[in-house]
């Protein structure tokens, strides 16, 4: 019982964090997760979210230190979103505790 309350205090912790704080902001960071470093115009299109609230959810994870946002010159400009060291961390320790949580669960993976 113990560890799913230490568990479950690191999960609400690092929820309240500024990045974490939007379930957009979590899904873009699961999704750079998986991706590493993608094209801006891509993550509209892979995300189905709107250029403008998408780069507003950006500006924030930037701030926070968990995405770089590059120019790029590669025949026209375009702006990269890499996944910083710092944010793969953070994301990968959320999703770590929650899978804590579930095994302590008895949720099987399917």
Not at 8 to 31: C, H, P, Q, V
Request: charged share 25%.
């Amino acid at each position: 019982m113990m560890r799913m309350r230490d568990s479950t205090k690191k999960i609400i912790e690092l929820l309240r964090k500024r990045g974490f704080s939007s379930s957009i902001r979590l899904g873009i960071m699961i999704y750079l997760l998986a991706k590493k470093k993608v094209f801006f115009m891509d993550m509209v299109s892979d995300l189905n979210i709107t250029p403008g609230n998408l780069w507003s959810h950006l500006i924030k994870l930037q701030e926070e230190g968990y995405v770089e946002i590059k120019y790029v010159l590669s025949g026209r400009p375009r702006r990269l979103v890499v996944l910083t060291n710092k944010g793969a961390d953070e994301i990968l320790c959320l999703l770590n505790e929650i899978t804590k949580i579930l095994n302590l669960l008895g949720v099987n993976e399917t």
